[in-house]
């Protein structure tokens, strides 16, 4: 069957507001100065995802509510710039916006407005059919109007991808997301055992295959009950920002996953994606291309030890790449 989607994005378009503060937590003064500056741009995790699918060369679509606001504005101008098609459902509420504090390590907080949101919203049934019909894969992103279109996803017969990013295991909102979806993502910072809380997706959802990011351990690849560790790669320049990092992973992921590379080696894409997120800084919205990839995986494989059999036990306070924050995808 041909398809004209080879990754349709559900959710996750939003604004950010990035601030630089000397550290984090921020110490409490009556004023601080900011360099390099307060900056507003386009991007949380879905436009970040969909971003990367796109400059790898995937034909990609992306799908969600949107505001007849700057903000929204900001939005479709960074998916025209790219390339990117996307189909913006009416919010009244607003476009979804967020302010990150950014330290001089690359930590994120992120702070979200969630007046821009309300449980009654849906993404219409009848386009999430209509664009799934014609679509190879969906990656969907944590917000709750996804979660009500999973059931139309999964009677379009697409496989499904999703990050479940700082999971503490047991929350019960993620379920539907980490039992319905065929490929999971998620970091192992907030998991006390990371293994069992793998593990446990593969047996009471569909997924055959988990990934783990773990920080400076690399990564942790469950496939066909088989764990495995996937090392860390080596930014290309300093590190400057964590942000955007999982998505990035999770766009290479898939990039190689979908054309066929077996499970290790997707993975290995994505930390050499990961890797180079995290050295971009987050007031600009830009992704690996697909020579710097293909070089990055190279250098990564010649570098590495051969596969073993691993237990996952990450160090307290890392995340992926190696760059310590609560979470390091949510765009």
Known sequence: MSHEIDVLVLGGAGVDTIVHVP?????????????????????????????????????????????????????????????????????????????????????RSSLYDATRAADTDRLPEDTVRTLAAVSRHAHVVITQPCAHALPALREAGVTISTDLHDWDGSNPYHEPFAHQADLVFLSSTALSDPERTMRRITERGRARIVVATAGADGAYLLADGRLTHVPAAPPPAPVVDSNGA?????????????????????????????AHACTIPSTRAAAIGREELGAGVARLERSRRPDVPASVNPPCGTTRLGVPSRDVGDG
């Open 23 to 107: 550290e984090l937590p921020v110490p409490f003064a009556d004023s601080h100065m900011i360099r390099p500056g307060i900056v507003t741009r386009a991007g949380q995790s879905g436009d970040f995802v969909a971003l990367g699918t796109s400059a790898l060369g995937l034909r990609t679509h992306h799908l969600d509510l949107l505001g007849d606001d700057p903000e929204g504005d900001l939005v479709r101008a960074l998916h025209r710039e790219h390339g990117i098609g996307l189909t913006a459902v009416p919010q009244p509420l607003g476009t979804k916006r967020a302010v990150n504090l950014v330290g001089p390590d690359g930590r």
């Open 246 to 274: 999982g998505d990035a992973f999770a766009a290479a992921f898939l990039h190689a996953w979908l054309d066929g590379t077996p499970a290790h080696r997707s993975a290995l894409h994505g930390a050499v994606a990961g």
